[in-house]
């Protein structure tokens, strides 16, 4: 059976903290789904379409990452695409109370999806994309922040 995980998030934008969860977790998993979440409460400083492009480029040379977005609960995106796991990156003691509420929750609705935490490597570990956006938006230097495909289009534009 493969193993296939979701990685839900709205990656707005995609940071070195979410490649270095998903790069660290391709040889837990048979697939990794980047999935997208589309919230109407949120309005995103990039588009969906941008967004979902950014990842695809960064794994291009990677088969196993796929890239989808979705709208509603994460379970339910878990069984459309057969996902197992859902895959969570964990930055301090703070998110691992958020996030096992969530995974609590996920569970009383479907036994069968499990919730996978995986600890951001220190470097990244107050790496935000919120805080990333901030920086962005006032002109600050995000080159310890993004992936260089991403710092590359913004420099463009």
Known sequence: MKRICL??????PITLGHTDV???SLDLFDEIVVGIGV???????FSLEQRMQWIRDIYSHTPKV????????TIKSCKEVGAQFILRGIRSIGDFEYEKAIADVNRMMDSSIETIFLSCSPRYSTLASSLVRDVLKYGGDA???LPENILRELKKA
């Open 66 to 73: 796929k890239v989808i977005s979705y709208e509603g609960l």
């Open 39 to 45: 919230n109407s409460a949120k309005t995103p400083m």
């Open 7 to 12: 990685f839900p998030g709205t990656f707005d």
């Open 143 to 145: 080159s310890r922040l």
């Open 22 to 24: 998903i790069d660290r």
